[in-house]
């Protein structure tokens, strides 16, 4: 393929082709006769001798029943494990936007990569309002967009948000924070221009964005309706899950009941029409038990939100120290969150390490985003196969982290340096985690590389 970035592209490229062929159950021979390939070429594109080309994967698609974008690996940007935006490119990529014929914001780009759904951006607030009234004209709202949004406020900044129809208004301080659902109408405003007002607003798909998107977009509104479950604050009723799996293997209530033992009238309350019935723990192990699924699969996850938004002040955030009290490296607060999103982590960090052997290496299973708040620059280090790395990033300075890659932080100067951390789950999910622990031996070699038929032509 042209224009790839990073290493390994064609490779993976010629690995996907070579895992959809056996899923299809096509060796060499019949995938040549369906491709139109000459005898001899596929193994040459399996094994990444010849570059996998957009002609291929055109009539991959139009002969097989898949995707173009199921061939298409993605671009791999930040082979060391971390990369790095400058401040000075975060500035040269400054664009002012104007809403309703006035300047309201300036947006400026922040450490992005190609591997995470995350979109951070430095917004200064340009629109100066003289009050914190919700239906204050001069506050110009948005649409509401797709990707969640956790937004860290620097300086007096109003923010403004919407839910069901109802308008709101926030006066922040610096270190406040929120995180916000999709597609809720927002916006932002200073209150003075004596200072800086500015946010970090850092969006991301979640779940949302890649393979569900372009699926419900195939089946339609009244799916993607029919789909939705509902979340709430206490995540009790499982009754949309439990009729879900009910449905999925014809299981009727008489044959639940039969299954968990569990009286008609009780199977009523938990899956019938507009159940609001909750069901205990023993009930929980039973149904499971009789679905033949995990409890976890049966249970919602709760939200704690209030109209679209989790807001955390920084007077009322929690604080705590980092590894331990005698030898602290790190001032950990606790940001802005919801439990419908587990996998996302939001962190101020106060570096108290002064020197690199004094600190403490923090890793995560998520991809990490960092900004350098404040004036003091901070040493970073890290580590990937093997190799240990180090830098210094400065005053807006911007990084992204792969999963799993250990960081650690120290001052550079008197002044203790302040981080921002927001770390969000990707693509490999609890499921996906699950599913490659139960793998036969060699799978998840294979499954991340195949480079093989699915069995020997030797018979063996
Ligand atoms: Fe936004």
Redesign the pocket.
Known sequence: MSATVGEGFDRRAAALLRAAANDLKRDDDNAERDLGLEPGSFAEYTSGRRPVDWALLQRAAEVWPLNERDLLPIHDDCPTGLSVLRAKESEASSRVLARGGTDYYEYRDTAMSRIASYRPEWIRMLQVVGNDRADNPDVRW?R??L?Y?F?YFVGPVNYYYRWQGESYCVPMETGDSVW?LPFAP?SFTARGDAEPAYIL?L?YGGGLVGDAQRELAVLGRRAAHELALPVTRDATSADGQIRSFMAAGCVTPAELAARTGLPPERIRQLTGPGARAVPTQDELTVLADGLGVSVRDLLPPRSTSRHGVSIQHARDARSWVHPDEGRPAYRLTRLAGDPLHPHTSALQVDVLATADADSAPLATHQHQYLFVLGDAPVRISWERDGERRTDVLGPGDSAYTEPLVPVTFSAVTEAAPRVLMLRIGGHVTPDVRHALGAMAEQGIDRYIAEDRLWYSKEGN
């Open positions: 948005n509401g967009h990707l949004q937004t916000g927002h607003a969006t």
